[in-house]
């Protein structure tokens, strides 16, 4: 005998218990498997007054998950994506510009470790980090902080 297919409010749980979810997302997610008269809206509604699901938790999760790659407009764009309100992507803006230009040197030295030796390879350099979403101004610490690490001895 087949197993019966899980209720939606079954399905937005088990989605959350593996990581947080926007409101926006779940309901993607749950609309592939609601048939007639199922209503998602209500669910997820459900699912905010239980305090399953929490925007500000998945704000805080996405940044945590993304921050040691990413800079702070790419995680930006990506929380306006995901359909959070204003409030909730000015404070998590405000936290992420906050360690921007450390965050930067971190991927860097990751990804490069050593100082560029001529302007093709600071150019490329840079392009990585900009292309990451890091902002000029972190971009130019680093290389400034990489040039100057390269001239003390250790």
């Known amino acids: 005998m087949p197993r019966p ?5 079954a399905r937005a749980l088990r989605y959350l218990a593996a990581r947080e979810h926007s409101r926006q997302e779940l309901a993607r ?8 008269g199922d209503d998602v809206e209500a669910v997820l509604d459900w699912l905010l007054a239980m305090n399953f699901m929490s925007e500000a938790r998945f704000a805080e999760s996405l940044v945590h998950r993304r921050a040691s790659r990413f800079g702070s407009s790419r995680i930006v764009y990506e929380l306006q994506q995901h359909g959070l309100d204003e ?15 450390e965050r930067a040197w971190q991927v860097w030295q990751r990804k ?3 100082p560029a030796l001529d302007a093709a390879q600071a150019a490329k350099q840079m392009r990585f980090l900009q292309q990451r979403g890091f902002s000029h101004s972190a971009i ?4 400034r902080r990489a040039k100057k690490a390269e001239t003390e001895p250790d």
């Open 140 to 143: 130019q610490t680093t290389m």
């Open 112 to 114: 490069f470790g050593t």
């Open 5 to 9: 297919k899980p209720s939606l409010k």
């Open 87 to 101: 409030a909730t992507v000015a404070s998590q803006k405000s936290t992420l510009l906050a360690d921007e230009d």
């Open 29 to 36: 997610k749950l609309q592939r498997h609601a048939e007639e």
